[in-house]
């Protein structure tokens, strides 16, 4: 067996790269048709569209390698089972069911690859992608200092902040710092004029803080200059804030939903988002269980119909994902739920497929 073992696990890997390389051609060759307009209206170069898209292809073949994955089972299983060599194992006393395992444990390293590769390929690359568009080809911000409008931001312990205009360079202009006490009551407000970070701590200028008790009587001091050491967060802490979810690391992004809900405000969106980087880890386990018992029971079929079926159940797959994440976002169901609610569905059908083969 175990040469039968080695023998379907090169085959499935083989085929499963020709398959995502195939389709992830496919994908980006039908996005720079869409994209060339973009190019040609900047006078982007040829070395930054090929950056473009080496920054683009971790996350086509993070999309797109379920597709592969299955597509690989129906050509190695769907052929097996064309020129009858499964009859012909089974005859042999070696069950359906033990031929899966290959295909099953190629799945199961899907997982880990996947995690592995999302959080210190893909999301760096999207942030990467980003910045190309911005700095190289839209050539909107070039300066190292860069400067944000309008910042909202929730920090710990209950501090809100809203910053009118924030320089990377460390420097917030005319920004209030609001402490929330029970029943989200500010029972502080810090408003300031200017505030510069230097020898690891924020010095303020022009300082308004206004306290209020339990009554809401409000007690006004004001400082012409201040170290506000009650504001422990870094330039870094608000620069975080300016990456959208898929290019914010899944620690940060836990952090950020911490500090939200902490603040009352309504995180379904990036909540959704964290679950789903762990769920969508599974799909390539579930795709495989779905294709292997389809694979060896289309013998009339052929291969390209396998094919056909493959496609169809991986975009089938992919509906009921993004309409589960806008139920969960929408607060229709939980968060949690509404990422894993597809893999529990679908798995559960292809755990009930695979048992009934050797029946």
Do not use: C
């Amino acid at each position: 067996m175990k040469v039968i073992d080695r023998h379907l696990l090169k085959e499935l890997v083989r085929f499963a790269f020709i398959a995502v390389s195939s389709v992830v051609v496919i994908y980006l060759l039908i996005d720079l048709f869409e994209e060339l307009s973009y190019f040609t209206a900047r006078k982007v170069s040829l070395g930054v569209i090929l950056l473009y898209y080496l920054y683009t292809l971790p996350s086509a073949i993070s999309l797109l390698y379920p597709v592969s994955m299955v597509l690989a089972v129906f050509m190695v299983y769907g052929q097996m089972t064309r020129n009858r060599e499964l009859h012909a194992l089974e005859s042999a006393g070696v069950s359906i069911l033990r031929l899966f395992v290959p295909a099953i444990g190629l799945g199961l390293a899907s997982i880990v690859v996947y995690l592995a590769a999302n959080e210190f390929v893909t999301i760096p690359f999207n942030a990467r992608l980003t910045d190309l568009r911005r700095l190289k080809i839209e050539r909107r911000q070039s300066s190292e200092v860069r400067k944000r409008q309008s910042v909202y931001f929730v920090g710990e312990e209950g501090r809100v902040f809203y910053i009118r205009e924030l320089s990377s360079d460390g420097v917030m202009k005319k920004f209030s710092m609001s402490e929330l006490g029970p029943g989200r009551k500010v029972t502080r407000r810090y408003d300031v004029g200017e505030a510069v970070w230097r020898d690891r701590a924020w010095h303020g200028r022009d300082v308004d803080v206004r306290t209020f008790d339990a009554l809401g009587n409000e007690a006004l001091e004001h400082s012409d200059s201040l170290r506000l050491d009650v504001i422990r967060e870094t330039p870094a802490d608000f620069a975080s804030t300016s990456r959208p979810v898929d290019e914010t690391s899944t620690r940060a992004l836990r952090s950020y939903i911490a500090r939200m809900k902490r603040a009352g405000e309504n995180v379904a969106r990036e909540e959704v988002e964290y679950y789903y980087r762990f769920s969508y880890s599974l799909i390539g386990l579930v795709v495989v269980l779905l294709g292997l018992p389809l694979s060896v029971r289309l013998r009339r079929g052929g291969v390209m119909f396998g094919l056909g079926l493959g496609l169809l159940l991986s975009f089938f797959y992919w509906g009921a994902i993004q309409t589960s994440r806008a139920f969960g976002t929408s607060h229709v169901i939980s968060t949690a739920l509404s990422a894993w609610l597809p893999n529990i569905l679908f798995g559960t059908v292809a755990l009930a497929l695979v048992l009934s083969v050797d029946r």
